[in-house]
């Protein structure tokens, strides 16, 4: 368990985007849910690793989580 103040997202990765360069990576583009329709996507490099230390990439239509964590004192006490 974390001491990071922490939340998680359901989400779904929409499309695997293929680099236009070779030395660039692939990216998969993520939708969160809950999150406000304009800022629901996120872009990140596709290149996971799995429990055995093997690099893994997302498949289109995977359901994921996004979390979210913070520094302790980045945050502030809910009112």
């Known amino acids: 368990m974390s001491d990071k103040p ?5 989400a ?3 499309k695997v985007i293929k680099p236009i360069l070779p030395s ?7 939708a969160i849910h ?3 329709h304009l800022y629901r996507e996120v872009r990140i490099e596709n290149t996971l690793t ?3 230390g093997e690099k893994v990439h997302l498949k289109p239509g995977a359901e ?3 979390t979210i964590a ?5 945050t502030t006490a809910s009112d």
């Open 34 to 36: 809950g999150a406000d």
């Open 70 to 74: 913070a520094e302790p004192e980045a």
């Open 12 to 14: 779904t990765v929409e």
């Open 6 to 10: 922490s939340t998680t997202l359901p």
């Open 24 to 30: 660039e990576p692939e990216k998969a583009q993520i």
């Open 64 to 66: 994921v989580e996004v």
């Open 50 to 52: 799995d429990e055995n």
